[in-house]
C-alpha cells in the first residue's frame, strides 16, 4: 500500500528555532515532495527530490532512500513560515500519494 | 512568475447538477493534474494529463468526472451530476516535465447543497 505517514501533525516552536519535519513511505517512489499549505488553502511546491538535500534560503530538504525517509527543515523559523507542510510522494511520476501534514506554529 | 490560475475561486451548487472547473496552467508546461481536499483531510490525486489524454487516474475519478483541455490553454474538470461528498477543494497543478517542480493554482471550493 503507497501510504505516506508524517510527522509530528502539530508543531509549536518560538521564533529563531530550528524545526525539523519528517515523512515516511512504504514503497519505492519516483520522486518526493514538500509542500507549503497557507491558511486560505493555497498549495506551494517547496521542494522535489528524488535523493540527497536540496536548500533553498532557510529551508533544506533530504531525503535517504534506503531508509525511505525524508525531512524538511527549517532554521531560524519566523512567525510567517506559520502553515500546513505536506509530504507528498510522487509513484510513476504521475499519481500522488499525500501525507496528512503537519501543523506547524511558530510564536513571536 | 508564472502562475495557474483556477475559477472561480468558490462554487456552488445544488446536488444533481453539472459542474466545470477551470484551469489555465503555466503556457510551456506540459503535464497536468486535478487534485481534491474534502475538508480536514489529505489531499488527493484525481488524474493527471498530457499529451491529450489521462495518464493516470485515481480510483477516486469515475464515471462522473471528466477532464478536457478544450482550447490548448484551458484544462477543465467536468462533474457530471455532482454529490454532496464532492464537496471539497479542487486543485490544478502543472509542470513542465514530470521529473520537474508543480505550480498549483489556488483552488476552487466546491460547495454541493
Redesign the interface.
Known amino acids: 500500500k503507497n501510504e505516506v505517514e508524517q510527522s509530528p501533525q502539530n508543531l509549536t516552536a518560538q521564533e529563531g528555532e530550528f524545526i525539523t519535519i519528517n515523512c515516511s513511505y512504504s514503497v519505492g517512489i519516483s520522486a518526493l515532495h514538500w509542500l507549503q499549505q497557507h491558511p486560505g488553502g493555497g498549495i506551494v511546491s517547496l521542494f522535489m527530490l528524488s535523493s540527497g538535500k536540496k536548500k533553498h534560503g532557510r529551508l533544506i530538504a533530504t531525503i535517504n532512500i534506503q531508509e525511505k525517509h525524508s525531512s524538511l527543515h527549517i532554521t531560524a523559523s519566523h512567525p510567517r513560515d506559520s502553515a500546513v507542510y505536506i509530504c507528498a510522494a510522487s509513484y510513476n511520476n504521475n499519481d500522488m500519494r499525500f501525507g496528512a501534514g503537519t501543523r506547524l506554529t511558530v510564536k513571536p | 512568475e508564472p502562475e495557474v490560475t483556477q475559477t472561480p475561486s468558490h462554487q456552488v451548487t445544488q446536488m444533481g447538477q453539472e459542474v466545470i472547473l477551470r484551469c489555465v496552467p503555466i503556457s510551456n508546461h506540459l503535464?497536468f493534474?486535478w487534485?481534491r481536499?474534502i475538508l480536514g483531510q489529505?489531499?488527493?490525486?484525481l488524474v493527471?494529463f498530457y499529451n491529450n489524454e489521462i495518464?493516470?487516474k485515481?480510483e477516486i475519478f469515475d464515471d462522473q468526472f471528466s477532464v478536457e483541455r478544450p482550447d490548448g490553454s484551458n484544462f477543465t474538470l467536468k462533474i457530471r451530476s455532482t454529490k454532496l461528498e464532492d464537496s471539497a477543494?479542487y486543485?490544478c497543478?502543472s509542470s513542465e516535465d514530470?521529473?520537474?517542480?508543480?505550480?498549483?493554482g489556488?483552488?476552487t471550493?466546491l460547495t454541493v447543497v
Do not use: I, L
Open positions: 503535464y493534474y487534485y481536499q489529505k489531499v488527493e490525486f493527471s495518464s493516470e485515481s477543494m486543485f497543478a514530470r521529473n520537474y517542480g508543480y505550480t498549483f489556488s483552488g471550493r
